[in-house]
């Protein structure tokens, strides 16, 4: 796997514009078999960076945060790998994620919340960290309290991407 070897490492990402494209050169560099695992907390930007994959890929359908759908498969437009987007947030076990029969070997598989099951599934894989609560973001002056940044979390903001292959 070299896939995303050079992404390797820390990305400063303004505003959910950068976040999509980070997302269009992280899936320029994904084959069908990689499977990339986000993390990081609610509305860190797992989805909007996804949506950036999905162009990238050029695949068929709007990725969402799925409310009810826990994988939804986008075919290609031109042929190529389908996306597999998973929402494993409220997975239980690695065995539910079984049930889903994700074809793996032949898609692109991107995993919201899909730490605790990636092992399971492949021996190796990726993972983007998204952080949004790191200096500068003025989230710690809303800690505890009602100040504007607290009602800002949708406000453009810089979010710390972290690449890392697993495990
Ligand atoms: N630098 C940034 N990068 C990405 N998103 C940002 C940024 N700054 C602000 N945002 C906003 O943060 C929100 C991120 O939402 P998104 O659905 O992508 O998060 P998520 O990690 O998928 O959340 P969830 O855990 O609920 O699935 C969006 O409203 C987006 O506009
Ligand atoms: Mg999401």
Not at 57 to 62: E, F
Not at 110 to 118: D, I, S
Request: net charge negative.
């Amino acid at each position: 796997m070299t896939g995303l070897d050079d992404l390797v490492g820390r990305h400063v990402i303004d505003s959910p514009a950068d976040m999509e494209e980070f997302g269009r050169r992280v899936g320029g560099m994904l084959r069908p078999g990689d499977l990339l695992v986000l993390t990081g907390s609610l509305g860190a930007g797992k989805t909007t960076l996804t949506r950036g994959i999905a162009e990238s890929l050029d695949v068929r359908g709007r990725v969402q945060s799925p409310t009810f759908v826990i994988a939804r498969t986008h075919p290609s437009l031109h042929g190529g790998a389908p996306l597999v987007h998973v929402d494993a947030y409220r997975l239980g076990t690695s065995g539910e994620l079984d049930d889903l029969d994700i074809d793996f070997a032949r898609s692109v598989v991107v995993a919201e919340w899909g730490a605790p099951f990636a092992a399971a599934v492949a021996d190796t894989w990726w993972e983007i960290e998204l952080d949004r609560e790191w200096g500068g973001t003025g989230l710690d002056t809303a800690c505890g309290g009602s100040g504007p940044a607290a009602r800002e979390l949708d406000a453009d903001a810089p979010r710390l991407a972290t690449v890392t292959r697993r495990p």
